[in-house]
């Protein structure tokens, strides 16, 4: 009997980054299915623009937090490295200083909970396609 290979921690957080993307992505977009990028203002087809992160990838706790994530063009998340003083202003003092705080939180996420999370946007991802 061949034994059943799971996939990878790196391969989940993959999938989950993937998944969570495009959620929200399509989730800030109108009815044409355009993103406004909320550093710059430019407007972009959904599959076009990035999904940009206040607080970093790297804070496990913030990641993949519906809050933390808005659609912002290539421009700004990447060649301006992701714009935060105008990021913060978009939030507002008191959702950016809440991120701050949350984001030094350590958290560590079981492969099942990154499987449930996929599993949860992909059904609020299929709703919006």
């Not at 993103?35 to 706790?61: L, N, P």
């Not at 700004?76 to 991120?99: D, H, M």
């Amino acid at each position: 009997m061949p034994k059943i290979k799971k996939p990878s921690r790196s391969k989940l957080i993959k999938k989950l980054d993937a998944v969570f993307s495009q959620y929200i992505r399509l989730s800030n977009a109108d009815n044409d299915k355009n993103c406004v990028c909320i550093t710059c203002s430019k407007v972009f087809f959904w599959k076009e623009i990035q999904a940009g992160h206040f607080m970093s990838r790297k804070h496990y706790s913030t990641r993949w937090s519906e809050e933390n994530v808005k659609p912002q063009c290539c421009g700004c998340n990447v060649f301006k490295y992701g714009e935060q003083y105008k990021y913060s202003i978009f939030l507002g003092k008191r959702l950016a200083e809440e991120l701050y705080l949350k984001s030094k939180e350590i958290v560590k996420y079981s492969n099942v909970d990154i499987i449930e999370m996929i599993e949860t946007y992909s059904k609020k991802l299929k709703k919006l396609l």
